[in-house]
């Protein structure tokens, strides 16, 4: 999804858009961290919203429940006085099932983002879904997506917003490889399906101002195997689809 920094809504308007489309052939929609305001635009802290309340959330609620779907979004999340860096994953009846709030982040977002400070996972009829958000995914030792692991989760969606310098040769240093050494180990570990999610577009606003988001959305099956990589460049916006279904889980310690 091409994400405008600082524009809510317009992106929440063109969110709505691709969600309807998507939802004709899919169960579960998966959209970018910071959906609404974008990753690091200063706008967050005057513009953030509450879950499950606030002008963002309430849409995905209702997109979720008016389309039949499961729905997972990054947001920017307001409580009282402070701001996160969040998602959520919504059932198709509209209730929220899950909000993270990301734990890594790096930090040149730390002007913008208050630190979360738990992990969970929700039960849905698809199956059970840890939630993590972008560099989450790289936290020492992947302690982040293991602990998810441990947990019980069969699917790690991840919401993210993968970004480039403006000079950036795609050609020469294919984007990817960061987020396959982040996900594949895990994955095999234990048996789990890998779903990062990136937006495009160039970055506006906050301290990348100038570098570029270039989609490269990529799924990881249970075995460790890349399923999808999607499209790069920051135009590259598009709907991806791809079937899953609920892994079997491998014995811990069983060396399998």
Excluded at 81 to 97: D, P, Q, T, Y
Excluded at 102 to 116: F, M, P, R, T, V
Aim: aromatic share 8%.
């Amino acid at each position: 999804m091409t994400v405008e920094g600082g524009n809510k809504s317009g992106n929440l308007s063109h969110a709505s858009e691709l969600v309807q489309k998507a939802a004709a052939e899919a169960d579960l929609v998966v959209l970018p961290e910071a959906m609404d305001l974008g990753w690091t635009h200063p706008s967050a802290r005057t513009e953030a919203s509450s879950i499950p309340d606030g002008d963002t959330c309430l849409l995905l609620r209702t997109l979720a429940r008016e389309n039949g779907i499961t729905l997972c979004s990054g947001l920017v999340e307001r409580d009282g006085e402070k701001v996160f860096n969040s998602a959520v994953i919504i059932n198709r009846h509209g209730k929220v099932l899950l909000v993270h709030r990301k734990l890594n982040e790096l930090e040149i977002g730390h002007e913008y983002y208050d630190q979360g400070d738990r992990l969970g996972v929700c039960h849905t009829e698809l199956g059970t879904f840890g939630l993590m958000i972008c560099a989450d995914g790289f936290a020492k030792d992947h302690v982040i997506s293991r602990s998810l692991g441990y947990m019980g989760a069969e699917f790690i969606l991840s919401p993210s917003s993968w970004a480039v310098d403006e000079d950036h040769d795609n050609e020469r240093e294919p984007y990817g490889d960061t987020w396959r050494q982040c996900y594949i180990p895990v994955a095999k570990e234990f048996g789990i399906w890998f779903v990062g999610v990136s937006n495009v577009g160039p970055i506006t606003g906050g301290p990348w101002k100038g570098r570029k988001c270039i989609g490269c959305s990529l799924v990881i099956d249970p075995q460790g195997d890349e399923i999808l990589q999607g499209p790069y460049g920051v135009h590259a916006e598009t709907i991806l689809y791809v079937d899953v279904e609920t892994p079997r889980r491998p014995a811990r310690g069983s060396g399998s």
